[in-house]
Structure formats: C-alpha cells, structure tokens
C-alpha cells in the first residue's frame, strides 16, 4: 500500500506543499469552475491570499491530490475515503440518540424539515412513522450522510459546508500518512 504522495510521484515532485487554483485544475484535469464549486462546497479546504491587488487561494497539494483520486475512483462504499467519512460522523454523532426525529436530522444537517421529509419520501433516508411523526435511525442518516446524493447536492446548507470542511481537514491531516 502507498500513500498519495507515492501514488503520484510524478505530481508530488513537480509541484510545491501549496499550490494555486490554475495548479489545481491542471494537476485534476477539470476546468476552473469545477475548482472553485469544489473549495464552495468544502470539498477541497483552502486558504485566502491577499497581497494588495491580488487575491489568491493557496490549497495543500495533498487535498488536491485526495479529490483528484477521489474523482478518478469515484463514490464507492468500500472506498478508504467512505470509510473515514462514516468513521467522522460516527464520533460526531456519537451522542446523539439512537433514533431522530425530522427536527434532529434538520439541525445536524442544516437544511429545513420539508427537506429531511422530502428525502424520506424519496427513499434516501430509511424512516418509521410512529404518532405521526417520522423517525430515523442514527445508522440510517449515517448511510445518508455518507451517500453520493447528500454530497453531491448543489445548493448546501452552512452546517453542511462547515462539517465537510471539518472531515476534509480531519482527512487531510491524516492522509498523508494514510495507505490507499
């Protein structure tokens, strides 16, 4: 098994520990807008630059290396990155109780009620109705949480933004050393 950093040699000894958004793009392979939606989402942590007239985004070479793996092997439950994703919300939720109603999903994701009742009804969370309410189990929004359709929704909520921050900060301090 190897590290990022060894699985790709050939980027980690061009480029320098930062890197800019035009780095980005090239070393991806995507074009700038899907840069710049990926640091809105959170996907990608980054740090603003201002010097005088110029505003720059400095990003770790080792997040840009993780999302450039994470889009060439895609979304898969098996996947290392998955699994840190789940083991993340697993301690986050650690408290949490072990079946939620519509209001505790709301508040840990960020999005409205009408949302978390939407995704019930479409089948993204697995839910009971019990006195007329829907509850969820904590296993089920984990699985949700972790899901292609939760992060790839295009309008995010803050709550959502700031926790994927978090992970990939989380992630990230961990991914150098971490064997993929």
């Known amino acids: ?40 989402s959170g996907a990608v942590p980054y740090e603003k630059e201002v010097n005088r007239l110029l505003h720059t985004h400095k990003i770790k070479l080792l997040d840009a290396l993780a999302f450039k793996y994470r889009r060439e092997h895609g979304y898969r439950q098996d996947d290392e990155y998955i699994s840190y994703l789940r083991r993340f919300y697993d301690k986050r939720l650690k408290s949490s109780a072990d079946i939620l109603t519509v209001a505790d999903v709301a508040e840990i994701t960020g999005f409205v009620k009408q949302s978390v009742q939407r995704w019930i009804g479409r089948d993204y969370i697995k839910a009971f109705i019990r ?36 992970f990939n900060a989380w992630y990230s301090a961990r991914i150098g050393g971490v064997k993929i």
Do not use: W
């Open 1 to 40: 098994m190897m590290t990022l950093l060894e699985y790709y040699p050939e980027i980690s000894g061009s480029y320098p520990e930062h890197i800019t958004q035009k780095q980005m793009y090239e070393i991806c392979g995507v074009c700038k807008s899907t840069v710049y939606k990926a640091e809105l």
């Open 131 to 166: 006195r007329r309410g829907f509850y969820i189990p904590k296993e089920s929004l984990i699985d949700f949480l972790v899901s292609p359709i939760y992060n790839t929704i295009q309008k995010k909520s803050e709550k959502q933004i700031e926790t994927l921050r978090e």
